[in-house]
């Protein structure tokens, strides 16, 4: 039993090593092959020797010189061996023709060099240089049989020069197709055509290759109809079929019918490309089939099935990999949009790169600067300031007194300290009335007097040494913070960059399957996102005539199938009705706010030293703030302004709100040394979980009102710009629907005339306020404010007023029942 066992693993490893075998010879093979045709220029050998056969009306040769002017002008290494090919392949026809195509090359060559002197732009030129050549050359051939040119000579040679000009343009649109390594892996509608042309131009030049009443254009150009119509579809088969069938009926009149034959058995192998390579094979056959029997009857029958059955054997033994690498080129199919996702996801990659790699470097700045300045303890620096302070003064005294080294040598921590006592002394200005410090100095110091005048000279340059070492420390730790912050913020967007290039292909299909089988037709979905609260979903659908089938129907199917609620974020309509809509899904946020405000300035002025803001942030917060500057006037309004003004920005970058707030205050308190400074009141409510923070800084109380229950929020923080640094203290809350949050300056709050409690005075009037209004109860407390004054306006007032509700969007989901897909797997 083990024996057999061991061979039965012997046996599976043997295969396995053949299979390995067989495959890396298949790569091998094509590898040299591909290295044969494109790098060594044997595929242009074989353009060549087909299109130097190649003609038109049985006597026109349009095809040689606009090939060897494009490799010319495209391939100018390999433009010599196209040429011998061009000649090869015109002498298997005649040697007329091999002559032909050799002199019309000789003018080209001549001409372009003649023209290069006068214009030196050689793609311009060039057409205009091969018409040329092709007319004298053409002219000089007819002149030399004749010995005179006809007017069907002249126009013959018109056709054949207009051929050429076109065939020239083709070429250098199509050539470099293959013979240029293209970074962008997408073609033009115009470059697919001209490809095309250029196929149908080569496959002419099979003209006359025949087997048993077969032809090799015919098995050729089913073939190349057949493979392009399995790529791209029946569009695409049919446009090859047309344009194949027509270049081979101008070859030879007798093919014309082909133009029908292969458009509708590439409209057919399009139409059937579902069933895989059988399926399109089907659709050839049958299609060849059916036009032949119109065309011909049962004469030719056998021959164009031969021909068709052929064509499908060499259709199936082309590779796999050769077909996908194609599709990769042409628009609108399977692998041109990997393709083009897979370039997305690169580029996101890269920039995520890029924007980490920015992280750190401004984390690393960010600790750089904090280091520098954290690094040396503060008794230290302190240490080292009375240091240099007292070495100032001994310089200007001891070094020149002859009791120096009594001093400093002999008694050094006895004169430091006593130097240091008058110092700290004379700093604080208590050094006048210290009559046993004086007495004592003066004992020990011969030139007492003088020193005390240094000491009281240099310590205002002290005083100003230490208040510029505290604002340089003050801008470095602003610098750091704001490195950090920067670092941070970088850090998210390179996590949501990550998060975007997530795949989601299996999802997206399987959302497309669920829609569509509800009876919903679906062009394209791409998911961005699935995560809870951030649902990210783009779609393309077709026009639905302004019904609102995206808010009305599929945002409540999205929001059952991912038990969340989805509505539609921005929805931008088709033009003209076969077009598409281009629709963007998101979660919709669990609550929604409605705000009311009410301001006046003191005395009903029109400048207002209170200042205000309500923004929506990033990832589904909503933020509050007033900010009231010292005194009132247009100086306090500039504060307070400004304050708001920085939080705006601030925090609209993604920066953390304490950080902001720190950033702020560093940037006011360096700004100006005048004693000005500004209160803030900041609230972000969290509109998924309903949670609320509160900073408050030098501001006056807040309070949550819920049903008849009013609840004060405060906390104990220092005015804006008073102190440089500061800890933050925030106070968290969770709030309910329907709760009303009013947040308000001191001019509300501390406005009533003859109130003690001003908290009871709040509270008493909010439960007194029957609507739930907040601009109605915003306007409501400043008028009892106003009332109480007697009609007077004695400081800046503004209340702001936030009323939380559950968000129930206008079209709630609806139950299906009917899903075809697992609510589980695309969660």
């Given amino acids: 039993m083990e024996k057999l066992e061991r061979r039965t693993d012997l046996t599976g490893a043997g295969f396995e090593r053949i299979s390995a075998g067989l495959k890396k010879m298949k790569n091998l093979f094509l590898h040299h092959t591909h290295s044969l045709f494109f790098y060594k220029g044997f595929i242009y050998v074989v353009l060549g020797f087909l299109l130097g056969r190649a003609f038109i009306l049985s006597e026109i040769m349009p095809f040689a010189l606009p090939f060897f002017g494009s490799m010319l002008l495209i391939k100018r290494d390999k433009a010599m061996l196209a040429c011998l090919a061009l000649l090869a392949g015109a002498m298997t026809i005649s040697p007329q023709n091999a002559l032909f195509v050799f002199a019309s090359l000789i003018v080209f060559l001549i001409m372009s060099k003649v023209v290069s002197f006068i214009i030196k732009d050689p793609v311009k030129t060039l057409p205009v240089v091969i018409v040329l050549s092709m007319l004298m050359t053409r002219g000089a051939f007819v002149y030399l049989e004749q010995g005179a040119v006809q007017s069907y000579d002249y126009v013959m040679a018109g056709v054949e020069a207009g051929l050429a000009f076109i065939l020239t343009l083709i070429f250098l649109q199509s050539l470099p197709i293959f013979t240029v390594r293209k970074i962008k892996h997408s073609l033009k509608v115009e470059e697919i055509i001209c490809f095309m042309i250029l196929i149908a131009s080569v496959l002419t030049g099979l003209a006359g290759i025949t087997y048993q009443g077969m032809q090799a254009e015919h098995i050729l150009s089913r073939y190349v ?78 021959t164009t099935l031969y021909e068709s059955l052929i064509a499908v054997a060499l259709f199936l033994l082309t590779p796999q990999s050769v077909t996908s690498k194609v599709a990769k080129y042409i628009p609108g199919t399977v692998e041109h949009v990997q393709e083009q996702q897979q370039y997305a996801r690169k580029v996101r990659d890269v920039t995520a790169k890029k924007v980490d790699q920015f992280s750190h470097v401004f984390h690393a700045l960010s600790e750089s600067f904090a280091t520098f300045y954290e690094s040396i303890p503060e008794e230290k620096k302190q240490e080292e300031d009375v240091d240099l302070f007292l070495s100032t003064i001994t310089e200007r005294s001891c070094q020149t007194c002859y009791k120096k080294n009594k001093c400093w040598v002999q008694n050094f921590d006895t004169t430091y300290e006593l130097m240091k006592q008058v110092m700290h002394e004379s700093d604080e200005k208590t050094y006048e009335h210290n009559r046993k410090l004086k007495k004592k100095f003066s004992q020990h110091c011969s030139k007492s007097k003088h020193v005390e005048e240094l000491i009281e000279e240099e310590i205002a340059y002290y005083k100003a040494n230490q208040t510029l070492k505290k604002k340089v420390q003050d801008s470095r730790r602003l610098v750091a913070e704001q490195l950090m912050g920067v670092s941070q913020v970088m850090e998210d967007f390179s996590r949501e960059i990550k998060r975007e290039r997530e795949q989601h292909f299996i999802q997206e299909e399987q959302m497309i399957e669920a829609l569509q089988h509800f009876g919903i037709e679906i062009q394209q979905v791409e998911i961005y996102s699935l995560e809870q609260g951030n649902v990210d979903i783009e779609m393309r659908i077709p026009y639905c005539q302004g019904h609102g089938e995206c808010e009305k129907i599929i945002a409540p199917m999205l929001s059952d199938i991912l038990e969340e609620q989805i509505l539609v974020k921005t929805e931008q309509c088709a033009e ?252």
């Fill in 225 to 302: 109809v057949l493979t392009f119509a399995f790529i791209g579809g029946a569009s695409i088969g049919c446009t090859v079929g047309v344009v194949t069938g027509l270049i081979l009926g101008l070859a030879n009149i007798g093919n014309l019918y082909q133009m029908s034959l292969l458009a509708f058995s590439g409209l057919l192998g399009g139409l059937l490309k579902e069933g895989k390579k059988a399926g399109a094979a089907i659709g050839l056959i049958v299609g060849s089939l059916l036009i032949s029997l119109y065309g011909e009857g049962s004469a030719g029958l056998m």
């Fill in 576 to 827: 003209h009705p076969t077009g598409y809509c281009h629709v963007v899904f998101g979660s919709a946020k669990s609550y929604r706010v409605a705000t009311g405000v009410a301001h006046a300035a003191k005395g009903g002025g029109l400048v207002s030293g209170d200042s205000y803001s309500m923004m929506e942030l990033g990832a589904g917060k909503y933020a509050a703030a007033i900010s009231d500057g010292m005194g009132n006037g247009a100086r306090a309004h500039f504060e307070s302004n400004e304050t708001i003004k920085l939080l705006e920005k601030i925090l609209a970058s993604g920066i953390d709100e304490k950080v902001a707030i720190k950033t702020i205050n560093s940037i006011l308190s360096l700004r100006t040394t005048d004693e000005i400074y500004s209160t803030l009141d900041l609230s972000i409510i969290d509109l998924q979980d309903a949670s609320c923070k509160f900073l408050k800084i030098g501001s006056t109380p807040s309070f949550i009102k819920r049903g008849d229950q009013v609840m004060k929020v405060q906390a104990s923080n220092l005015p804006i710009g008073i102190i440089d640094e500061f800890e933050l203290e925030v106070v968290s809350e969770q709030m309910k629907a329907g709760d009303l949050l009013i947040m308000m300056s001191d001019g509300i709050f501390e406005g009533p005339k003859h109130i003690e409690n001003h908290d009871l005075w709040v509270k008493r009037k909010m439960k007194s306020f029957k609507t739930e209004d907040p601009q109605e109860i915003a306007d409501l407390l400043m008028e009892e404010v106003i009332r109480t004054r007697s009609g007077q306006i004695d400081d800046d007032m503004t209340v702001v007023v936030i009323r939380l509700d559950h968000n129930t969007p206008k079209w709630a989901s609806i139950p299906t029942g009917t899903f075809y897909l697992e609510k589980q797997e695309i969660s």
